[in-house]
């Protein structure tokens, strides 16, 4: 009898705990702020989603208004699924993989030559492949001749002296 109740607490515990792990969730695309950034209407309240494993060009880089339309065609005012990997450094948003329809648009953007991997975070090894074949076939920032990672166009950004007027 105590060994069932203990297995059966166990149990619960167990289901709970994977239960307040899943983070996932659903909600309509409210905004559409870069190539790899959206707001997600969640309970009446927007959550900030960061799309994992990728990074678009910045919005003053080249193609980086391009991108963000992109974005904006595949899930802006639909409702989509956000698999949450967790927060970013800052807290401030939630890194997430996004499905709408069953497309699994962070793979998607990196197809259409919208977005590079982000080797830095990537775990999912086959969007090189992906990220290869759109380079290959000169797909989106792919046409460019020197496209420049967005990492690295930051970084130059960064460094440029400030002029002071």
């Known amino acids: 009898m ?8 166990l149990a619960a515990m167990l289901t709970i705990a994977a239960t307040s792990a899943q983070a996932d969730f659903s909600g309509l695309v409210i905004g559409v702020l870069d ?4 707001d ?7 959550v900030r989603v960061r799309l994992a494993e990728i990074d678009a060009p910045e919005k003053k880089q080249a193609f980086g208004s391009r991108s963000r339309q992109a974005l904006s065609a595949i899930v802006f005012k639909h ?30 953007m990196v197809a259409a030559g919208m977005a590079w991997v982000y080797p830095r975070y990537v775990k ?15 797909r989106g920032l792919w046409a460019d001749a020197t496209p420049i990672p967005p990492w690295q166009w930051r970084a130059e950004q960064r460094q ?6």
Not at 35 to 38: I, K, L, S
Not at 124 to 138: E, G, N, T, Y
């Open 2 to 9: 105590r060994t069932t109740t203990c297995q059966c607490a």
């Open 35 to 38: 190539g790899d950034t959206v």
């Open 40 to 46: 997600v209407l969640v309970d009446q309240k927007p």
């Open 79 to 108: 409702e989509v699924t956000v698999i949450d990997h967790g927060a970013d450094w800052r807290g401030k948003r939630t890194i997430g993989s996004i499905r709408v329809d069953g497309l699994d648009v962070n793979r998607a």
């Open 124 to 138: 999912d090894r086959s969007l090189f492949v992906v990220q290869d074949q759109a380079r290959h076939q000169q």
């Open 160 to 165: 440029k002296p400030v002029v002071a007027w």
